[in-house]
Structures are given as structure tokens and as C-alpha cells.
């Protein structure tokens, strides 16, 4: 192997350091705490920052109290912003509890804002139709777009669970019309 390719393989802090990074390198260098980031920009907003970040912890609910396949409405970040929590019964993307199939995602849809009440579909384990303008969302697979006008996931709250208790913990993705999500 030459010199010439050695430099460029490297990704230590010598000297000597070709001006490549690392895959591991570019992800530390994008996180800001931790976090996430995804630009978006939006005509008459500027740009938008889309993460997965931590934000105040909240109790939801009991994971006794779920039954596979029986939304329950949760407030989260703030007393404005409705989700969804729900046991899927089939293991999902961001899953808690003993069987990783407890999520819980956002409610508005990103693509107008519509609220999807009444809209989890428990044969595919998705959300949607969208009554608005259809759009369908994978819950087990955080909540990404399987059809519709929707071009961004759904957002997913961030859930753990201490002795049964579940707790929202942050947000994957930005909350339709907001520019950070606490508002
Ligand atoms: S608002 Fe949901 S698809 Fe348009």
C-alpha cells in the first residue's frame, strides 16, 4: 500500500491528516449535545432545525395500563402538542417496554398539520390515512412516510421506562409548524 493511500485512511489528530473525515468523524462534528441535526428550509422561514433531542422528562403512563392496539392520547412536549402512545404488539423502531413495541409519536401531520385523531391503523401498525390528504406513516419504523404528500417522518417522542412508569424524553424530527419544539 502506498504512503499516498495511507494519509487518506488515517483519521488520526497527527500530522499529516488528509482533509477526509471519517464517517464517525462528520457525525461528532454535525451533534450539538448529542443531538441530531437535519436542515430544513422552508419558503418564508428560513431554516429549520430538525433533531433528535432531549427535552424535559414527562410521565405518561403506566405500562400495565396498555393494550396492544389501544391508542392512548398524551400531551408532549407542552399542554398544545397531542401524540400518540401506543402498544403495537409487534417490535418497533424506538420501542419500550419488554416486547420494544410501546411508541409514541406526534399526532399532527407534518405535512399541513392536520391532527389524525382517530387515525391509528392497527392492521398495519401505521398512522394514517391522514383525513386531510392521506398520508400514511410506518410506526415501526419510526414513522416514516409510506404514502400520501407527506415528505417528512412523523415525529416520535423519545420514550424510557423506570419500574413500569413510561416516560417521554425527547422528540425525534420538528413538530409540524414549529421551528423548535418547545415552542
Ligand atoms: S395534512 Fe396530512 S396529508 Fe396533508
Redesign the pocket.
Known amino acids: 500500500m502506498s504512503s499516498e493511500f495511507k494519509i487518506l485512511e488515517t483519521d488520526s489528530d497527527g500530522e499529516g491528516r488528509a482533509c477526509q473525515l471519517s464517517r464517525r468523524r462528520f457525525l461528532q462534528a454535525a451533534g450539538v449535545g448529542g443531538a441530531t441535526l437535519a436542515m430544513l428550509t422552508v419558503p418564508g422561514c428560513g431554516t429549520l432545525m430538525a433533531r433528535t433531542a432531549r427535552l424535559p422528562s414527562k410521565r405518561l403512563a403506566s405500562l400495565a395500563d396498555l393494550e396492544v392496539d389501544k391508542p392512548v392520547t398524551v400531551m408532549y412536549p407542552d399542554p398544545k402538542s397531542m401524540c400518540m402512545l401506543v402498544k403495537l404488539g409487534v417490535p418497533a423502531g424506538g420501542g419500550v417496554g419488554p416486547d420494544g413495541d410501546v411508541v409514541a409519536f406526534s399526532m399532527s401531520?407534518?405535512?399541513?398539520?392536520?391532527t389524525?385523531i382517530g387515525a391509528y391503523n392497527a392492521k398495519h401498525k401505521g398512522m394514517?390515512?391522514?383525513?386531510?390528504?392521506?398520508?400514511r406513516f410506518d410506526l415501526t419504523r419510526y414513522g416514516i412516510v409510506v404514502s400520501?404528500?407527506?415528505t417528512q417522518s412523523l415525529p416520535q417522542v423519545l420514550l424510557e421506562v423506570k419500574e413500569g412508569e413510561i416516560y417521554a424524553t425527547g422528540l425525534r424530527g420538528l413538530l409540524y409548524g414549529r421551528n423548535g419544539n418547545l415552542g
Open positions: 401531520c407534518p405535512h399541513m398539520g392536520m389524525m394514517g390515512p391522514c383525513p386531510s390528504h392521506l398520508s400520501g404528500h407527506a
